[in-house]
């Protein structure tokens, strides 16, 4: 319960908040697929060291390419998607293992 100047205000929460998947931080060694796609084109195998900047893969999406780079330097650890091939929203394509895991700075 509020009270401001008097006023009384009152929150409800409604069943659909209660059951609300909780917030959680995104893993940063995963790299999922943030629109549906194919997959055009493999830079990386497993077991590739790689360096923040390089290119992992080209996603074909909404009529665009789309290139996806490594946000942090480390080792491919498991790719989980061949060149031709379909993915959802959210489907997870590589998992790193990072070796640097502060984020680069936005300028």
């Known amino acids: 319960m509020l009270n401001i100047e008097d006023t009384k205000y009152k929150t409800i929460i409604s069943k659909k908040f209660e059951n609300r998947k909780p ?49 942090y330097s480390g080792v491919i650890k498991k790719v989980h998607v061949a060149e031709g091939q379909s993915i959802p929203k959210g489907y997870v394509m590589i998992e790193l293992d990072i070796q640097l895991v502060k984020p680069k700075e936005e300028k």
Do not use: H
Not at 47 to 65: F, H, R, T, W, Y
């Open 23 to 71: 917030w959680q931080a995104a893993d940063p060694s995963l790299v999922p697929s943030l629109i549906p796609g194919t997959v055009s084109k493999l830079f990386v195998a497993e077991g590739d060291s790689i360096v923040e900047g390089d290119k992992l893969l080209v996603l074909d999406a909404m009529k665009m390419k789309n290139t996806i780079k490594v946000p």
